[in-house]
Structure formats: structure tokens, C-alpha cells
């Protein structure tokens, strides 16, 4: 268990809401991952951060925006919402020095109707 | 061309079977390969990861081919609690810290 929580677990939402989700981690993880996983794509990042306010886009960043105002929380928020981004969410933290391994949050899954 | 490519399954084999599946990789320069196991609807969890010499844990045995740029999985007498999704996941590059996913295997243990 590498202590992270998302935040909500589920959600649905209306076409044109914004929307918020929360990833937090108590172990104090420097890097922190947004992905989203749709049948047959596996999973994609949306957004990483490499440390307090330090954020970079990932392959599917268009329609979200993050923030990283402290350690322990990396929020994602889609400005937006639309149909296409309804998918499972999770939220990702990578272990530095060893093997960097990522550890995952259990998932939000997003409905957007 | 997708970064990391599996072959999707699903895989059904009998319990007690032997499976293996690959995973292929675009960049030569790849540096951490791991394998995570996905059950539905849960998050992904690290099962093992890669290393240049080969490595097993228990019933899994993983292979690395840089030559050819392929990791392969290796589960031997199969159970059926090994039912799952199994996401390949290779680090492009050492100075990055973001890893590229595959769109996994599914295998299926029958009784």
C-alpha cells in the first residue's frame, strides 16, 4: 500500500461542468501521475508533476488542467466536461532510485452525460 | 507505431497449464521494464519487474530480449486466481520519469 486515495471514487456529471479530482499520497512522493485507461487503449497519461507546482503535459493532456500546490496532493481538473472523457481515472505515484516503480491509486470512474 | 504493443488475448488456458505472452517495444534505448497485473475493474499492482538477466518469482518467470526489444511473461502451472489483465510497462528513458503502458493480455484459468 503506497497511501494514496482518490477522490471521489465515482462520479457522474452533466456535458459543460467542470470537474475536480483529487489524488492524495501520505509517503511524500515526488513525482505524482494522472492516467486514464479506455477499452483498448490501456492506460494513457494525462498530466505528471515532478514536484510542488512543477507540472508537464502527458500524451492526452488536451481539455485537463493540474495542480500541485503542496506534496501531497496532485488535483486534476477537466475545465469542461465532455462525453469523451468519460473513463477510469487513476491517479500514480513512481518510487525514485531502485527500480522507480509506480504505485496506483484505486481508480475514479467518470460518467459524463 | 504504439510504443509498447501486446498481444490483447484473451488467453484461456486450463488450470495447471503453462502460458507465456510477449510485449514489444519501439525505443531501443528503454531502460526499467516491468509487468502489472490488472483484475477488472481494480487498479493496476506491480507483479514483477524486468531485469536484463532474466527473473522469476515464484510461478513467474519474465525475459528480457533487447536485441529483439520484447519482454515476455511466464506463468507455470497456472491458477485460477492468476485470471487477469497483464499490463506490460516499459521506462523509455532513464532521465523520464513516465512510463508507456501496453494495452495488456488478458489470460483466463479455467477450472
Known amino acids: 500500500d503506497a497511501g494514496i486515495t482518490q477522490s471521489p471514487r465515482h462520479k457522474v456529471t452533466e456535458t459543460g461542468t467542470p470537474v475536480t479530482l483529487r489524488c492524495h499520497q501520505t509517503e511524500n512522493h515526488r513525482y505524482m501521475y494522472w492516467y486514464r485507461q479506455d477499452p483498448g487503449h490501456g492506460l494513457r497519461l494525462i498530466h505528471y508533476s515532478y514536484g510542488v507546482k512543477d507540472t508537464d503535459k502527458g500524451e492526452v493532456s488536451d481539455g485537463y488542467s493540474v495542480s500541485r500546490s503542496k506534496t501531497e496532493d496532485f488535483l486534476l481538473t477537466l475545465e469542461s466536461a465532455t462525453s469523451s472523457q468519460t473513463s477510469v481515472y487513476f491517479c500514480?505515484?513512481?518510487?525514485?532510485?531502485?527500480?522507480?516503480?509506480?504505485?496506483f491509486g484505486q481508480g475514479t470512474r467518470l460518467t459524463v452525460v | 507505431r504504439k510504443e509498447v504493443e501486446q498481444d490483447p488475448g484473451p488467453f484461456n488456458v486450463p488450470e495447471g497449464a503453462t502460458v507465456a505472452f510477449n510485449c514489444t517495444y519501439s525505443?531501443?534505448?528503454?531502460?526499467?521494464f516491468f509487468w502489472y497485473r490488472q483484475d477488472c475493474r481494480k487498479e493496476p499492482k506491480l507483479l514483477m519487474s524486468v531485469y536484463s538477466s532474466g527473473n522469476e518469482d515464484g510461478r513467474f518467470t519474465a525475459q528480457l530480449n533487447r536485441a529483439s526489444q520484447y519482454i515476455s511473461l511466464l506463468i507455470r502451472d497456472s491458477k485460477l486466481s492468476d485470471s487477469a489483465t497483464y499490463l506490460c510497462v516499459v521506462n523509455m528513458d532513464s532521465n523520464d520519469y513516465k512510463l508507456s503502458f501496453g494495452a495488456g493480455t488478458t489470460v483466463t484459468v479455467r477450472a
Open positions: 525505443n531501443s534505448a528503454s531502460q526499467s
Open positions: 500514480a505515484i513512481r518510487t525514485t532510485g531502485g527500480n522507480t516503480e509506480a504505485f
